[in-house]
């Protein structure tokens, strides 16, 4: 395979830095626009090469990844052409696939992705929509590759990845509520860092509503700050964050 990166930021990098990891011998050819980037990955994988255009990348790949901001897919876009046989995998946010379509012919294949950086490490899941041998070979080397039926679906998975940086928000305020108690700062992070990470993989066979009710023993701890936060809105300020998010992916695609 020879895969090409329109786009050298972090994605990117943890795409390729988790297919080294799967030991994988494709060729490998990244953008020069993040020139810091692009360099350090051809520094530390020796099947990676940078491009000196973002033409030369689609030149020289079978498959092509779009790793651009959505605010200036369209400028990079209208200066590449495509070929008939490129199997073409947009990482952009909230641009369809109708508005791909158009703008990469005559390319034909096209499938939208949510790679995230977890995928470094050979651990992410990757929504897909819809699915291609290529993409799904790619995803599941990284991973796990879940295959979607619907746009609509997908954007709700798009919009559910909106949570990431909330999730730290969280570990940094029990770590540091922990510090205010006169627990040392790594031994707080470690110690926060191994619970989320035991809750993450608790019970794989049980719903959510099941675990949090296993974990909240009536009049115990866990019951009680359920309780204070309950009132306070947070768990439903969450919600309306992901309504607005996901208003916001379907408007933009609009």
Same mark, same amino acid.
């Given at each position: 395979m020879k895969l090409g990166f329109v786009g050298t930021g972090t994605i990117t990098a943890a795409i390729v830095d988790g297919l080294a990891a799967a030991g994988?011998?494709?060729s490998i050819i990244v953008s020069p626009r993040n020139a810091e980037t692009a360099a350090a990955l051809a520094a530390h994988h020796c099947n990676v090469r940078v491009a000196s255009s973002n033409q030369q990348v689609l030149d020289e790949s079978d498959v092509v990844m779009l790793a651009v901001r959505p605010q200036i897919v369209d400028e990079v876009l209208r200066q590449l052409r495509f070929r008939p046989d490129h199997q073409v995998v947009s990482l952009v946010a909230a641009?369809? !696939?109708? #508005?791909l379509r158009r703008a990469i012919r005559p390319a034909t294949q096209?499938?939208?992705?949510?790679? @995230?950086?977890?995928?470094? &490490?050979?651990?992410?899941?990757?929504? @897909? #929509?819809? =699915?291609?041998?290529?993409?799904?070979?790619?995803?599941?080397? $990284?991973?796990?590759?879940?295959?979607?039926? +619907?746009?609509s679906a997908f954007d709700a998975f798009s919009?559910?990845? %909106?949570?990431?940086? +909330? #999730?730290?928000?969280?570990a940094r305020t029990v770590g540091g509520w922990m510090e205010r108690q006169g627990i040392a700062p790594e031994a707080a992070r470690s110690f926060? &860092?191994?619970? $989320? @990470?035991? !809750? %993450?993989?608790?019970?794989?066979? &049980? +719903?959510?509503?099941? !675990? %949090? =009710? =296993? #974990?909240?023993t009536p009049g115990g701890l866990n019951e009680q700050v359920v309780r204070a936060i309950a009132p306070a809105g947070t768990i439903d300020t969450l919600e309306a964050a992901l309504d607005a998010v996901l208003a916001r992916i379907r408007n933009a695609a609009g």
């Open positions: 994988t011998d494709a641009i369809p !696939l109708d #508005h096209v499938s939208r992705a949510i790679p @995230l950086p977890s995928v470094a &490490r050979r651990q992410g899941p990757t929504v @897909l #929509h819809p =699915e291609t041998n290529g993409a799904r070979a790619i995803f599941d080397a $990284l991973g796990t590759a879940i295959p979607i039926e +619907s746009e919009a559910a990845t %909106a949570v990431m940086a +909330s #999730h730290f928000a969280f926060v &860092r191994q619970m $989320l @990470l035991g !809750l %993450a993989t608790a019970a794989p066979d &049980r +719903s959510f509503e099941q !675990l %949090a =009710e =296993e #974990h909240q």
